[in-house]
């Protein structure tokens, strides 16, 4: 969606600088209708949580914008939603590595294109990676968990936001570098808060 983008930046980025009334005759030529931010992943997860301020900081700028999840698919469903919406800036997308990057390399007959049918807004968060225990494990580092895990085989798992989002492939390479091998990988349907790994960063894409 390669026209609406610099008026969407111009006008994102020039909000806080900008009075009211010059603000508001921006606005004219777009947006002129509310604007669909697409979550994809279901509601209460992490990606959620960004979203739904982020669509409340915008409406000053761009009017209404309306959080819609769309789940599925390690957040491939939504994404590819967006990426076969009309191309009139009117359907935009938050997402994050795995949505732009491992949802293509990964799958053998990917939804989208995320260079052809994606256009990247902005960057929006940046976040870290952390792993993250039950408190009756006894590991209080990374070495006395990978211990943990060798010691315990077929018993030790983690939780990802779904099979090929980057905290699975992160978990994966984990284990190929700790040699725990057995190490079960358990796939939710969302980003949740107690997902072993938090998240990567997120962008804004339409």
Same mark, same amino acid.
Request: net charge positive.
């Given at each position: 969606?390669?026209?609406?983008?610099?008026?969407?930046?111009?006008?994102?980025?020039?909000?806080?600088? /900008?009075?009211?009334?010059?603000?508001?005759?921006?606005?004219?030529? &777009?947006?002129?209708?509310?604007?669909?931010?697409?979550?994809?992943?279901?509601?209460?997860?992490?990606?959620?949580?960004?979203?739904?301020?982020?669509? #409340?900081? /915008?409406?000053?700028?761009?009017?209404?914008?309306?959080?819609?999840?769309?789940?599925?698919?390690?957040?491939?469903?939504? !994404?590819?939603?967006?990426? =076969?919406?009309?191309?009139?800036?009117?359907?935009?997308?938050?997402?994050?590595?795995? #949505?732009?990057?491992?949802?293509?390399?990964?799958?053998?007959?990917? #939804? &989208?294109?995320?260079?052809?049918?994606?256009?990247?807004?902005?960057?929006?968060?940046?976040?870290?990676?952390?792993?993250?225990?039950?408190?009756?494990?006894?590991? =209080?580092?990374?070495?006395?968990?990978?211990? &943990?895990?060798?010691?315990?085989?077929?018993?030790? !798992? &983690?939780?990802?936001?779904? %099979?090929?989002?980057?905290? =699975? /492939? %992160?978990?994966?390479?984990?284990?190929?570098?700790?040699?725990?091998?057995?190490?079960? =990988?358990?796939?939710?349907?969302?980003?949740? #808060?107690? !997902?072993?790994?938090?998240?990567?960063?997120?962008?804004?894409?339409?």
């Amino acid at each position: 969606m390669k026209l609406p983008r610099r008026q969407f930046l111009r006008l994102a980025t020039g909000a806080a600088a /900008l009075p009211a009334v010059s603000r508001f005759a921006r606005a004219q030529t &777009y947006p002129t209708r509310p604007i669909r931010l697409v979550v994809p992943f279901p509601p209460g997860g992490v990606v959620d949580f960004i979203a739904r301020p982020l669509a #409340q900081g /915008l409406k000053p700028v761009l009017g209404s914008v309306f959080v819609e999840n769309v789940g599925g698919g390690g957040g491939s469903l939504g !994404s590819a939603a967006v990426a =076969h919406a009309r191309p009139d800036g009117y359907t935009i997308l938050l997402a994050g590595t795995s #949505q732009y990057v491992t949802d293509a390399l990964l799958k053998r007959q990917p #939804q &989208y294109d995320p260079i052809k049918d994606l256009e990247p807004i902005a960057n929006v968060v940046v976040s870290t990676y952390a792993i993250v225990v039950h408190p009756a494990v006894p590991a =209080h580092t990374l070495m006395e968990f990978v211990d &943990y895990a060798k010691a315990n085989r077929g018993k030790v !798992s &983690y939780g990802s936001a779904g %099979t090929g989002t980057a905290n =699975h /492939l %992160t978990g994966e390479m984990l284990k190929l570098q700790a040699g725990v091998p057995d190490l079960i =990988h358990v796939p939710y349907r969302a980003p949740v #808060q107690r !997902s072993p790994t938090s998240w990567a960063d997120k962008f804004l894409w339409s």
